[in-house]
């Protein structure tokens, strides 16, 4: 049995990695499909800010983070719906104005907070028995709401007028998802760091779009990209003594290299 596998703190590391990698991976492919990459880096500097607000108002810091990022993703939600700006110049001032807050809060705790700053660069090694928790019922709950409406969540990402033509409730779905996401990412930062968790659910699903053909394709592959990844990064960070966040996102990065040069010159996806 590998050494690492005695030290209970590295198993709940593993199991960790291995949910994160597959809640993150199959929202991922939606992002990146949405071109919502900027969405994710938006909602995860609100999540830290909602930590922050956390520490200040004496509640836990993943109830902020968790609420804080909700209520950004309705609002970013509903200003686009109305379409008098871009989606992106929303997002824009979304992300600058939490980035805002959370440095004026920061400001307002007093001493050297080394949880906040956890939250900021990720403590994997760090996590409990009741993370691990919270993780496996989000990430059963978004994988069975994917079974439910991948079709839907499919026809929006691709063409958001024809599903609205088709009957289709874009608007509930889209903050369902947008929920989802921001649940998953105010969890994530838990992990890896308001830093890293863009690059967990961007780089997976890109590497499956390198290489994929349809949609399900996409999912599964990036799925067994994230999970890879995560375990690889973890056992890599074992050895090497190197911070984990940052080694699982560097061989999420190595694989999508990997997968840009076998990409097909015929992939349409």
Known sequence: MPDFLQYDFFVRALIAGVLIGILAAN?????IVRKMSFFSDAIAHASFTG??????????PLAGAAGFAVLIALLISKLGERRSLSLDTIIGVFFSTALALGVIVIGALKGYRVDLFGYLFGDILGVSALDNILIAVL???TVILLLIFFRVWTKIAFHADLARVEGVNVSFQDRLFLVILALTIALGIRLVGAVLIGPLLIIPAATAKNIGWSMRSLVAVSTLVGIFSSLAGLIISYYAN???GPTVVLVSAA???LSFLARPKTAKI
Do not use: M
């Open 139 to 141: 990430t059963a709950a």
């Open 242 to 244: 190197t911070a984990s």
């Open 51 to 60: 930590v922050a607000l956390g520490l200040l108002l004496g509640i836990h």
């Open 27 to 31: 929202l991922g492919v939606f992002v």
């Open 255 to 257: 694989v999508f290299g």
